[in-house]
């Protein structure tokens, strides 16, 4: 009975929403649902890169168009599935534009479309990025 006890006090569970960092264009916070847990991004982009380490840029499908492939010559290739033209990719996964130092757009000003239009979070239906089954156990500890 004391050890069933003892297990009862220990359960500690994740708050449904909680901040972890606060910026005068938003807030970092984890949010906690039926699906496990997510980090969302609810602030601009420069104050999030040092705890979203640009993720996004390792999205697949990073696209552009035609034009502006003429304009720019990015580093692209065609996606024979996709019909599309996508912007290469390294080894690890990540655009070829990002620095990895300081995780930043090294063709920023230059930078596609689709990149500008994106925000993991604050885009339409988007939810930041869900915490890996590790992380979200760390936080029951
Ligand atoms: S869109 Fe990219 S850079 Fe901006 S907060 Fe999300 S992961 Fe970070
Ligand atoms: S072009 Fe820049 S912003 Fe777009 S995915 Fe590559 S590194 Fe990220």
């Given amino acids: 009975m004391k050890s069933l006890m003892s297990a009862k006090t220990k359960f500690n569970?994740?708050?449904?929403?909680?901040?972890?960092?606060e910026f005068p264009s938003g807030e970092i916070r984890i949010e906690d649902g039926s699906d496990?847990?997510?980090i969302l991004f609810d602030c601009d982009c420069l104050d999030a890169l040092p705890y979203c380490r640009a993720q996004c840029c390792g999205l697949r499908g990073t696209y552009v168009h035609q034009e502006e492939q003429d304009y720019a010559n990015y580093e692209?290739?065609?996606?024979?599935?996709a019909q599309l033209l996508l912007l290469k990719r390294d080894a690890d996964g990540?655009?070829?534009a990002l620095n990895r130092e300081t995780k930043t757009?090294?063709?920023?000003?230059?930078?596609?479309?689709?990149?500008?239009?994106?925000h993991c979070t604050r885009g339409?239906?988007?939810r930041?990025?869900?915490?890996?089954?590790?992380?979200?156990r760390q936080s029951n500890d």
């Avoid at 930041?128 to 979200?136: E, I, R, T």
Wanted: hydrophobic fraction near 30%.
């Fill in 13 to 21: 569970p994740i708050p449904r929403k909680t901040v972890i960092a």
């Fill in 36 to 38: 496990g847990a997510w």
């Fill in 76 to 81: 692209s290739y065609f996606d024979q599935n």
């Fill in 94 to 96: 990540m655009c070829y």
């Fill in 105 to 118: 757009c090294e063709i920023y000003n230059n930078r596609p479309q689709v990149c500008r239009d994106f």
């Fill in 124 to 126: 339409p239906d988007m």
């Fill in 128 to 136: 930041g990025f869900k915490l890996s089954n590790k992380v979200h």
